[in-house]
T-cell receptor, first 114, second 110 residues
């Protein structure tokens, strides 16, 4: 039982390049989330998926797209990376999105955009 | 718009001290408040609070929620250097995803 896994752990991109961050969970959770964390800003929600087949924008969705590939996997895509997207990205999952819940986090992906 | 505010932003104490971290919130349709500890990587779950006045305790850490005054505190007694971390507060409201505060950075010096 690996929990929430993310790949890659670290990535350097040039401005304008694209990439996809992968996330998978093996806890049979319905809801999955993508956050970014910047110094002094806490965790900010980019997109989330309350259940398989649905996705919704969070607090800071601009410049990102997501795909809920199946119940296990939720990917985050940067189509044209910008230096402002330099951050640490965390994926999380929870059993369901509708009530009190604990979210379980992946180890994070550190992204540097030059 | 949901709002979660943590204070202080950072704190430096010595081993053995007791610290109190604060989290206040303004949300509609409150469901729960969660505390996380973040060291070098991902946040790890500490407590989830849903009811006022009921203290949750785990070793030297404890937390309580006041739904009337819209805040929670996280207490750490007899602090150790291993308690050094960022402590994050998050609130679950309605069916919306968690809203996080900016965190309190705690540094415990030997």
């Amino acid at each position: 039982n690996a929990g929430v896994t993310q790949t890659p752990k670290f990535q350097v991109l040039k401005t304008g390049q694209s990439m996809t961050l992968q996330c998978a969970q093996d806890m049979n959770h319905n809801s999955m989330y993508w956050y970014r964390q910047d110094p002094g800003m806490g965790l900010r929600l980019i997109y989330y998926s309350a259940s398989e087949g649905t996705t919704d924008k969070g607090e800071v969705p601009n410049g990102y797209n997501v795909s809920r590939l199946n119940k296990r996997e939720f990917s985050l895509r940067l189509e044209s990376a910008a230096p402002s997207q330099t951050s640490v990205y965390f994926c999380a999952s929870s059993e369901r999105g509708g009530g009190p819940e604990t979210q379980y986090f992946g180890p994070g992906t550190r992204l540097l955009v030059l | 718009e949901d709002k979660v505010v943590q204070s202080p932003l950072s704190l430096v104490v010595h081993e053995g001290d007791t610290v109190t971290l604060n989290c206040s919130y303004e949300v509609t349709n409150f469901r729960s408040l969660l505390w996380y500890k973040q060291e070098k990587k991902a946040p790890t779950f500490l407590f989830m609070l849903t009811s006022s006045g009921i203290e949750k305790k785990s070793g030297r850490l404890s937390s309580i929620l006041d739904k009337k005054e819209l805040f929670s505190i996280l207490n750490i007694t007899a602090t150790q250097t291993g308690d050094s971390a960022i402590y994050l507060c998050a609130v679950k409201a309605g069916r919306r995803a968690l809203t996080f505060g900016s965190g309190t950075r705690l540094q415990v010096q030997p």
